[in-house]
């Protein structure tokens, strides 16, 4: 008789014939009734189960509910009709499972984040970065201030890197945060990624940042409109065409800059130009420029603190010229009672342009309009200067010739140096150059020379004769041609070093010193820090040296 064979649900799987075995419809051997050998089939159906059909490859003939441990993976699945699916737990690997099921999670291993599967799709749990992108997004963290209060904050990360922190308060950090310094604002906050910039339109903001990070407010900014005003230097460029501003409703004026010339220009015909200033209350013009052509003139007419200058340059006021003035034409004429001229030079016949002579500067000079004219005039013929009338000196006042004395009212000149005089009267003093005399002595009179010597130069061979009187104060010698005194040449006789060969044996170096020195060379007749070098019998050479009047062993040499 035939077993039937049905399932947990009552349809019936397979029908097994006496005798024999079925081994199509599952994994497992089922025995018929009677079937020899069935105790190793049945013992292989236990192994099946027991390690539920574990292989690399899952079993051929699977049922529903049928559990096989998928060793490839390492998973425990379940077979639902139509697959083997996981039956719990989370995947890991370093590529996409091909048998997610609806509830499965799965690890990449590689990126380091958490999948899921809704059934349809397999979605991104977290992290929303990577393990190679770093660190990305918001990092919600607890930051400790200096007051030991904590503060919440979101930190935004991109690849690692902070690029700041958005806090809902204000405070500063107990320790250092990494990657930012200084105080939190609430607000956004910048890192200390100092290339860090935010592309996007704004409508309003409270700074502005430079290129060297120098922040700016909308009041240090000019307004196009309405007035406005800095405190700062403005520099206007003026791009490639050199104008870097243009003035009036229509552009009636402009400035202009190149490397050669800066330029105030007017773009309309005939327009005046002006530079006000303020006297008081009153605005006068400093400076006016008349364009129009006066007077048959092709040129326009300037006014210094003048609005209608009857000339090409018409001053109200003085005139201070600090430079050259040039003044052409035939006739320079001043209307003015005094003249005063801070120059102390006045040059005469100085042509602009051709070359000067003698025959042009020919009477050439001052002439004084009188009841006669008085003159001073370079006559050429006579190579001197002619004057038409007398020199009158004031007292005290002298001739010169090229800057000294040569007549006084009474006297020749003090800087005459040649003259025919033969024989002048008795002289109660002399001047010769530096040297003076005066009654018997000669002095040497430069008081801008410190020290300078006086020379008797005798001639060739010749002798300096004093008539065998004494020659006093000479100073102490410096050279070896100076001249020497008694007291010098005393001193020097008695510190002249000494030497003297003795019989030493079984005397003491002070005895030596007391006894022989003290008596050969007395110290009344010797200066203190004379040496004398002593000869002994034992063929060494002693030093000795006379100290505060006492002859003293020094060393032996």
């Known amino acids: 008789m035939s077993y039937t064979i049905n399932l947990t649900n009552g349809s019936t799987l397979t029908q097994i014939v006496d005798g024999t075995f079925d081994q199509t419809a599952t994994n497992l ?7 020899s050998a069935y105790g190793q089939f049945f013992n292989e159906n236990f192994v099946y189960l027991l390690e539920n059909f574990a292989n690399s490859s899952q079993p051929n003939k699977p049922i529903v509910g049928q559990l096989w441990f998928d060793t490839s993976e390492n998973r425990l699945k379940v077979y639902n009709g139509s697959s083997f699916t996981v039956t719990g737990g989370t995947i890991v690997s370093n590529s996409l499972p091909s048998t997610l099921s609806q509830g499965d999670l799965w690890i990449d291993s590689f990126r380091e984040q958490l999948y899921f599967n809704d059934g349809t799709n397999t979605v991104l749990a977290g992290p929303i970065y990577s393990a190679q992108q770093g660190l990305s ?15 919440t904050v979101a930190e935004l990360y991109v690849a690692g890197t902070l690029l700041g922190i958005f806090s809902p308060s ?3 950090p107990a320790s250092a945060v990494t990657g930012f310094t200084g105080t939190i604002y609430s607000g956004f906050n910048s890192s200390t990624l100092n290339t860090q910039k935010i592309y996007f339109r704004t409508t309003s903001s409270d700074t502005v940042a430079d290129g060297n990070g120098n922040l700016y407010t909308a009041d240090n900014f000019i307004k196009t409109t309405g007035n406005a005003s800095i405190t700062g230097q403005l520099i206007v460029t003026g791009g490639t065409t050199g104008i870097p501003l243009k003035l009036g409703s229509s552009a009636q004026n402009q400035i202009s800059v190149s490397d050669s010339t800066f330029a105030l220009s007017s773009n309309k015909s005939n327009q005046n130009f002006q530079i006000n200033v303020l006297q008081g209350v009153t605005t006068v013009p400093a400076l006016f420029i008349n364009t129009a052509t006066q007077n048959g003139e092709s040129f326009g007419r300037i006014g210094i603190f003048n609005n209608s200058p009857q000339a090409t340059l018409d001053v109200t006021g003085t005139v201070n010229i600090s430079g050259n003035l040039t003044v052409g034409g035939t006739t320079t004429f001043i209307e003015a009672t005094n003249l005063q001229i801070a120059d102390k030079n006045i040059e005469l016949n100085k042509l602009v342009s051709g070359s000067n002579s003698n025959t042009l500067a020919d009477g050439g000079g001052i002439t ?12 050429n013929a006579t190579g001197a200067w002619t004057s038409s009338e007398t020199f009158n000196l004031v007292a005290g006042k002298t001739y010169q010739i090229n800057g000294q004395d040569v007549l006084t009212y009474n006297s020749l000149g003090t800087n005459i140096t040649t003259s025919s005089l033969t024989t002048v009267g008795v002289l109660t003093n002399l001047q010769v150059s530096n040297l003076y005399l005066n009654s018997n002595t000669i002095s040497f009179v430069n008081a801008g020379i410190p020290n300078s010597d006086v020379v008797i130069a005798p001639k060739g061979t010749g002798t ?7 020659i006093t104060n000479v100073a102490n ?9 008694q007291t010098y040449l005393n001193t020097a006789l008695s510190s002249i070093p000494l030497g003297v060969g003795l019989v030493t044996t079984g005397l003491t170096n002070t005895q030596i010193a007391s006894t022989i020195l003290a008596k050969m060379f007395p110290n009344t007749y010797y200066q203190n820090g004379t040496i004398c070098r002593v000869q002994c019998s034992d063929s060494s050479i002693r030093q000795f040296q006379l100290v505060s009047g006492t002859w003293t062993y020094q060393s032996t040499l």
């Open 29 to 35: 051997t089922l025995v018929g009734k009677n079937s």
């Open 137 to 151: 997004g918001f990092k919600i963290t607890d930051i400790l201030d200096t007051s030991q209060n904590y503060h």
């Open 170 to 172: 204000q405070f500063t």
């Open 368 to 379: 004084l309009h009188g009841l006669t004219d008085k003159t001073l005039n370079w006559i």
């Open 464 to 470: 300096l004769n004093v008539s065998s009187a004494r």
């Open 477 to 485: 010698p410096v050279g070896g041609n100076d001249a020497v005194n």
